[in-house]
């Protein structure tokens, strides 16, 4: 047993502590791998031979280890600040169940075996992952912290998306790069998303010194400024998605009209109290967004893999 202030807590009680903070729950957001397998087969030709579902397999738990090792980090590190939030008091090392020494071993064992076996699957796999480690040491670590810094924080966590489609596409290929401009498009996408977590953060709060208090870079920020980097990078992501889709597969200009309803129903969900957008986790709950989510995902497969004939007719490329 081991005592902090006046509880006493198990060594059981404090086990189950370190293995929340590895957030295993949230492994729903290596979802976002998943696109980079699609357009790799779907670009690249390849054939989901028995070697290639290994390697997805071994690519998914490496990108699950190294994004533990980076909550690990964030949980130690954001403690005191969780501590002034409704929900995030609750954490574990907010709540004084674990031992930061053991925490911080943890941390480092955790991004060791991801990148052992992201050595399996190639340079390109391999540097995927140690980009996401990466960034996930200049978001929390000081003196960079880029989390407390207002704009970049959203900027640099959101680069995560780009370097999850990237092992999801090399874990399917080697010698072949991903597309410049879905990259970019992919980035201003998870912008668009955590800027609303943001935003809905902001409003929960509803006190502008606490929110200051609780995550340094709101000090800088308000509602409107939000809204509006989030119009912004909505935007971006959209211009970047077309110059993909017309250089690629301008079938997939059939699935704007699903991906803009997706996106204004996530923009509608940040403004519920509590809202859901703030545990990306949970989303999966939210029927209004998993309607939309799942045409969407079904509606770009089919797009990726079956021509349309007249859809070439209908936008043609200018002569030069």
Same mark, same amino acid.
Request: with cysteine; hydrophobic share 50%.
């Given at each position: 047993?081991?005592?902090?202030?006046?509880?006493?807590?198990?060594?059981?009680?404090?086990?189950?502590?370190?293995?929340?903070?590895?957030?295993?729950?949230?492994?729903?957001?290596?979802?976002?791998?998943?696109?980079?397998?699609?357009?790799?087969?779907?670009?690249?030709?390849?054939?989901?031979?028995?070697?290639?579902?290994?390697?997805?397999?071994?690519?998914?738990?490496?990108?699950?280890?190294?994004?533990?090792?980076?909550?690990?980090?964030?949980?130690?590190?954001?403690?005191?600040?969780?501590?002034?939030?409704?929900?995030?008091?609750?954490?574990?090392?907010?709540?004084?169940?674990?031992?930061?020494?053991?925490?911080?071993?943890?941390?480092?064992?955790?991004?060791?075996?991801?990148?052992?076996?992201?050595?399996?699957?190639?340079?390109?796999?391999?540097?995927?992952?140690?980009?996401?480690?990466?960034?996930?040491?200049?978001?929390?670590?000081?003196?960079?912290?880029?989390?407390?810094?207002?704009?970049?924080?959203?900027?640099?966590?959101?680069?995560?998306?780009?370097?999850?489609?990237?092992?999801?596409?090399?874990?399917?290929?080697?010698?072949?790069?991903?597309?410049?401009?879905?990259?970019?498009?992919?980035?201003?996408?998870?912008?668009?998303?955590?800027?609303?977590?943001?935003?809905?953060?902001?409003?929960?709060?509803?006190?502008?010194?606490?929110?200051?208090?609780?995550?340094?870079?709101?000090?800088?920020?308000?509602?409107?400024?939000?809204?509006?980097? @989030?119009?912004?990078? /909505?935007?971006?992501?959209? !211009?970047? *998605?077309?110059?993909?889709?017309?250089?690629? +597969?301008? $079938? =997939?200009?059939?699935?704007?009209?699903?991906? @803009?309803?997706?996106? /204004?129903?996530?923009?509608? !969900?940040? *403004?519920?109290?509590?809202?859901?957008?703030? +545990?990306? $986790? =949970?989303?999966?709950?939210?029927?209004?967004?998993?309607?939309?989510?799942?045409?969407?995902?079904? !509606?770009?497969?089919?797009?990726?893999?079956?021509?349309?004939?007249?859809?070439?007719?209908?936008?043609?490329?200018?002569?030069?």
């Amino acid at each position: 047993m081991a005592e902090i202030g006046d509880q006493r807590i198990g060594a059981g009680t404090r086990i189950i502590a370190h293995a929340r903070m590895m957030r295993l729950d949230h492994s729903i957001k290596q979802i976002f791998v998943a696109p980079g397998i699609v357009l790799a087969v779907s670009i690249g030709g390849v054939h989901l031979t028995a070697v290639v579902w290994w390697r997805i397999v071994i690519g998914l738990v490496s990108a699950t280890l190294i994004a533990s090792s980076n909550y690990v980090l964030n949980e130690l590190l954001d403690a005191p600040f969780d501590q002034l939030h409704p929900s995030k008091q609750s954490r574990p090392a907010a709540s004084g169940l674990v031992r930061h020494e053991w925490g911080y071993v943890q941390w480092f064992a955790l991004m060791s075996l991801g990148m052992e076996l992201a050595r399996l699957l190639g340079s390109g796999f391999m540097l995927s992952a140690a980009g996401l480690w990466v960034m996930g040491c200049v978001y929390n670590i000081p003196p960079v912290r880029s989390k407390d810094v207002a704009y970049l924080d959203v900027l640099t966590e959101s680069i995560n998306n780009p370097l999850r489609f990237c092992l999801g596409w090399y874990s399917v290929v080697t010698n072949l790069l991903p597309p410049t401009s879905l990259l970019i498009s992919y980035w201003m996408l998870g912008c668009f998303f955590m800027t609303l977590k943001r935003f809905s953060e902001y409003r929960q709060i509803a006190d502008h010194e606490r929110a200051a208090s609780y995550r340094s870079s709101f000090a800088h920020y308000s509602e409107e400024a939000l809204l509006n980097s @989030a119009t912004f990078y /909505a935007a971006s992501s959209m !211009l970047f *998605f077309g110059a993909f889709i017309m250089r690629y +597969r301008i $079938e =997939l200009i059939l699935s704007f009209p699903v991906i @803009a309803w997706l996106m /204004a129903v996530y923009f509608s !969900l940040s *403004f519920k109290p509590d809202s859901p957008v703030q +545990r990306p $986790e =949970l989303l999966y709950k939210e029927p209004a967004l998993m309607i939309p989510l799942t045409l969407c995902i079904a !509606l770009m497969v089919v797009l990726l893999f079956v021509k349309v004939p007249w859809i070439a007719f209908t936008f043609p490329k200018s002569a030069p």
